[in-house]
C-alpha cells in the first residue's frame, strides 16, 4: 500500500526513492511486523484467556506437559495480523506470487483456526483427518494455480545439484506445489510441541527463502549463480522478512515457560507459506535442507507409525522426535535450543546450494 501511495511521488520527496529497493521495504516489513506483535500481544493474550481458548494437553504425554495446562493456544492469530498488516503496508500488491502467499497463510490459518476450535470444543480431535486433508489439498491446488497462472510463471524444475538439468514438467508442477504446501504446513504443525520449539526454525527458514527469494527475482544475480530468474520473486523477501519480525514478536510470549501457544492457526498457515514461497523460487531442495527440523519430526512420527503397524514395536519412546528427547531426561528448553542449533547450521548448508552449480 505504501509503496503505491509513495512510488509515483518519488521523486518530489527528497530520499523517498528509497521506497522502490525491496532491500529497504524488507527492513521495514520485518521492523513493522515485530512492532505490532509487541503491541497486539498483550491484548490477544487476554482476549484467548477470555475465550477459554485453552490448550488440550494429552493425557500420554511427558508429564512436565500437565503443568502447561490451561495456557491460552491459537496465538499464532498474532503472527498472521503482525504479518498480514506489514505485507499490506510494504509489499507490492499488483504481484501474483505475493497473493498467493497471502492465500496460503490465510486459508491454511484459517483450517487451523477451525481445527484449534474443534479441539476447543470437543477435547483433543479437532477436524477429522479428512476435512481436513481434502480442505487442505483444495487450497494448495487453489495456490498452485495462482501461482502459475501469472505470466511471469514458468514449470521448470531446479536442482541445486545438476547445472544444466532443469526440465519443464508442464502441469505435474501443480501436483509439486501440492505435496510441498500440505508437506510444509503439517511438518511444522508437527513441530510445535514444545515452548518455542516451532518459531525458532520457522524464523530460520524464513530467512534462508528471504535469499533464495531475492536471488530469483533479480535478473543478475540469478544469473550469475545459473538459477532460474522468476520476476516479481524478488518480493516474497519481504513477506519473510515480516515473518521473522512477528516471530520474534511471538516468541516474546511463547518462550519457556509459554504465557500462549501458536495453535494449529499458527503452525499450519506459518508452515504453508515458507511452502508457497520455496514452490514460487523454485527452491523446494533448499526447503528441504533449511526446514529439516521439520522434516526429521515428520519422519519420526512416519517412522514410529509404520514401525509399530508391522512389528508391534516402537523405535523412539514417543513420536514426533522432541519427545522422544524429553522422556530420555532432556530438559524442555534444552531440547529446544538444540535444535534451533541444528536449524541454524542446516540453514546455511541450504545456502550453499546456491554455489553448487
Known amino acids: 500500500m505504501l509503496y503505491h ?72 492469530i498474532m503472527i498472521l495480523i503482525s504479518v498480514l498488516l506489514s505485507v499490506l503496508l510494504w509489499a507490492r500488491l499488483d504481484n501474483y506470487y ?85 508437506g510444509s504446513a503439517n511438518a511444522v504443525n508437527l513441530t510445535d510441541g514444545l515452548d518455542g520449539l516451532a518459531i525458532g526454525p520457522v524464523m530460520v527458514t524464513a530467512g534462508v527463502l528471504l535469499v533464495f527469494t531475492y536471488v530469483a527475482g533479480n535478473v543478475k544475480i540469478s544469473s550469475y549463480l545459473k538459477i532460474i530468474y522468476i520476476s516479481g520473486a524478488g518480493s516474497l523477501s519481504i513477506i519473510c522478512g515480516a515473518l521473522i519480525g512477528a516471530g520474534l514478536g511471538f516468541l516474546w510470549f511463547n518462550t519457556f515457560p509459554a504465557q500462549v501457544f501458536m495453535g494449529d492457526v499458527g503452525s499450519l498457515s506459518l508452515g504453508a507459506v515458507l511452502g508457497t514461497m520455496a514452490v514460487v523460487s523454485k527452491q523446494e531442495f533448499g526447503l528441504l535442507i533449511a526446514g529439516g527440523i521439520f522434516v526429521l519430526e515428520t519422519v519420526s512420527v512416519i517412522v514410529q507409525v509404520v514401525s509399530f503397524k508391522l512389528t508391534g514395536k516402537r523405535v523412539f519412546m514417543m513420536a514426533p522426535l522432541h519427545h522422544h528427547f524429553e522422556l530420555k531426561g532432556w530438559p524442555e528448553p534444552l531440547v529446544t535450543v538444540r535444535f534451533w542449533i541444528i536449524s541454524v547450521i542446516l540453514a546455511l548448508v541450504a545456502l550453499s546450494t546456491l554455489k553448487l552449480r
Open 5 to 76: 501511495l509513495l512510488y509515483p511521488i518519488r521523486a518530489k520527496i527528497p530520499g523517498l526513492g528509497v521506497i522502490e529497493y525491496i532491500t529497504f521495504r524488507t527492513v521495514m516489513a520485518t521492523l513493522t511486523s515485530m512492532v505490532v506483535s509487541f503491541v497486539i500481544g498483550p491484548y490477544i493474550l487476554r482476549w484467548l484467556r477470555k475465550i477459554g481458548a485453552k490448550q488440550p494437553i494429552r493425557s500420554d504425554g511427558p508429564n512436565t506437559h500437565f503443568t502447561k495446562e490451561g495456557t491460552p493456544t491459537m496465538g499464532g
Open 98 to 182: 505475493v497473493w498467493a502467499a497471502i492465500v496460503s497463510m490465510v486459508g491454511f490459518g484459517a483450517i487451523g483456526f477451525l481445527d484449534d476450535f474443534a479441539k476447543l470444543k470437543g477435547g483433543s480431535r479437532g477436524l477429522s483427518a479428512n476435512i481436513r486433508i481434502v480442505a487442505e489439498a483444495a487450497l494448495a491446488i487453489a495456490i498452485g494455480f495462482i501461482i502459475f497462472s501469472s505470466p511471469r510463471s514458468n514449470t521448470q524444475f531446479m536442482s541445486p545439484f545438476f547445472k544444466n538439468f532443469m526440465p519443464d514438467i508442464g502441469i505435474f508442477y501443480l501436483l509439486l506445489a501440492l505435496v510441498v504446501i500440505i
